[in-house]
């Protein structure tokens, strides 16, 4: 980790989720000098139906840190499984464990509804840990030194952009990324392993294109080939103003709630 450089750190749940929601924007934060950072909290053991649990881990892992190299990125394994991520104190100190190593200004976090609990699990221990790792007395269970401050937290969207009732999320601005949709398929494209496994599961016939036609989705929302969309958390104690929009400028547009409404697949 740089000191000086600034901070990104992408924190979702299964290797794949990040590339899937959020990697062309973390493309476009390197480009604008920011150091990245890619966590998941669970490992990908459920994602083979030929592999056992630790050995599709340990090719997910592989998978997750070449995508993170692509952006010269780094990538943290946080030590939870599949279909057991949970709110309680283990998974905690693991976020914030992370959360310390990386001491970010900016972390993305799957959004407090998703279709699968793995998923608004994460998204809680992301969002605690994001608060309390600024809190020297928070035991994380390891020699940790307290985050800098609270950073500007935003949420992803949903997988399939709709909650579990198949509603569309309140998302508040899409960022095109349509200069860095090649960076985003070859990141999504490191996790080779997911392509039997998600035709297998979802009936998802190639993964690629179903990124491509989700990013479609969100930038015909604001007149853009492609975009991802996000919710910033401002709720007390977290930075409110948009940081992605000082950052990123036009490319970062605000989306009205009507347009929110179109957001959705
Ligand atoms: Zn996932």
Redesign the pocket.
């Known amino acids: 980790m740089s000191v000086n450089m600034k901070r990104v750190l992408a924190f ?3 290797p ?2 990040v590339e ?1 929601q959020v990697s062309g924007t973390l493309a476009l934060l390197e480009q604008a000098g920011w150091e990245i950072h890619i966590a998941t909290m ?1 490992g990908g053991e459920v994602g083979s139906v030929v592999l056992g649990g630790e050995a599709i881990r340990a090719v997910r892992l592989k998978e997750a840190a070449a995508a993170a190299d692509l952006l010269g990125g780094h990538y943290h394994y946080a030590g939870g499984h599949d279909l057991c991520i949970q709110y309680d104190s283990w998974h905690l100190r693991q976020a914030v464990r992370i959360m310390r190593e990386v001491d970010p200004q900016i972390v993305f976090a ?1 959004p407090p509804t ?1 279709y ?1 609990v ?2 608004e699990e994460t998204s809680r221990l992301v969002r605690t840990a994001a608060f309390i790792a600024s809190v020297p007395n928070y035991d994380c269970g390891e020699p940790s030194i307290a985050t800098a401050g609270i950073p500007h937290l935003y949420y992803c969207h949903a ?1 399939g952009l709709s909650d579990i009732y198949g509603r569309p999320l309140p998302m508040q601005m899409a960022v095109d990324i349509s200069a860095v949709i090649d960076i985003k398929r070859e990141m999504l494209a490191c996790h080779a392993s997911q392509r039997s496994w998600l035709q297998y599961v979802n009936g998802m016939d190639d993964y690629l294109q179903q990124m491509e036609v989700d990013a479609q989705v969100q930038g015909q929302a604001v007149g853009v080939v492609f975009a991802e969309s996000f919710m910033q958390h401002l709720g007390r104690g977290h930075p409110t103003d948009n940081l992605l929009h000082a950052i990123l400028g036009d490319r970062c547009i605000p989306l009205s709630l009507e347009h929110g409404g179109n957001v959705h697949a």
């Open positions: 979702h749940c299964h794949d989720d899937f669970a799957p998703d699968l793995d998923h997988a």
